[in-house]
């Protein structure tokens, strides 16, 4: 019996929510090749899937969402596909914004912004002035991202700050991530059938739950939101005990 988005809504304990989830966004060029179209309409579609999640995340009541935009090796794609993701990136951030404002929604971004264009620049941090009052959901946007990058530049800036060797401590070292303030990561969701971490929040994965599923990020729709965090509710997290 396939179930309807309701039935599967109401399965969820929204007491019991994962604080943070993240989702590693992949499968976009594999959509596309499959209609036998170009890989930046698959591009477009997982933008689309990025509306819908954004929205049906956070009315759910999901508190922190990290959504794996853009990371430090896809730089290597062909320009124009490069060029394209950043046209994309452009059109959501501007036309979506009044929405995501409403929706009391934060904007957030981890990564270096100082490799984008200025209009690409500018865009991010209108959005982040605009949304900074919002105490509804964070959508923290990966963007130019890697893990060990972040953990390097964690090291840089406690080095930086003349903190000793003895201070160092685990809080210490999540402040200067660019996670600060916020829980490590409960969730992470990857789509499209892989099985790995490709450089995503390392240190702030260290006691996440996994969820792969074999559909493509363009056909995650709410419906597959949903039964990620069904499934996550029904696994048993011990943290290192028993
Ligand atoms: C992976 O698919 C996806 C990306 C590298 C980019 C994710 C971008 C979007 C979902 C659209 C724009 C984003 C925002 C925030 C508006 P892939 O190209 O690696 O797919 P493949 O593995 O099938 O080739």
Redesign the pocket.
């Known amino acids: 019996m396939v179930m309807n988005m309701n039935e599967l809504q109401n399965r969820i304990d929204i007491n019991r929510l994962p604080l943070h989830v993240g989702i590693i ?7 596309a090749t499959r209609r036998g179209l170009p ?1 930046p309409l ?2 477009r579609e ?2 689309l ?2 509306v819908d999640i954004v929205r049906c995340a956070s009315d759910l009541g999901i508190k922190h969402l990290t ?1 794996y ?2 990371s430090t090796e ?1 730089w290597k794609r062909p320009k124009e596909e490069v060029e394209g ?1 950043m046209s ?2 452009l059109v ?1 951030i501007s036309k979506r914004l009044e929405e995501i404002y409403k929706n009391n929604v934060k904007i957030n971004v981890f990564g270096n912004m100082n490799d984008f264009s200025d209009n690409v620049q500018n865009a991010l941090t209108r959005a982040m002035e605009r949304t900074q009052e919002n105490d509804g959901m964070v959508l923290n ?1 990966a963007l130019n991202y890697g893990g060990q990058q972040e953990i390097v530049r964690a090291c840089k800036k406690i080095v930086e700050q003349g903190i000793s060797a003895d201070e160092i401590s685990s809080k210490v070292f999540k402040d200067n991530l660019y996670s600060q303030g916020q829980p490590d990561l409960d969730l992470i969701m990857r789509p ?1 059938g892989e099985q790995r971490l490709s450089n995503f929040m390392l240190f702030q994965a260290a006691y996440s739950e996994f969820y792969f599923t074999d559909v ?2 363009p056909d995650f729709t709410e419906d597959e939101f949903y039964k990620a965090i069904i499934e996550y509710q029904g696994r048993s997290r011990r943290f290192g005990g028993v």
Do not use: E, I, P
Request: hydrophobic fraction near 50%.
């Open positions: 966004m992949d499968g976009n060029g594999r959509w890989r698959g591009h997982g933008m899937r990025v959504l935009a853009f896809n993701l994309l990136l959501y946007l499209s493509l990020w």
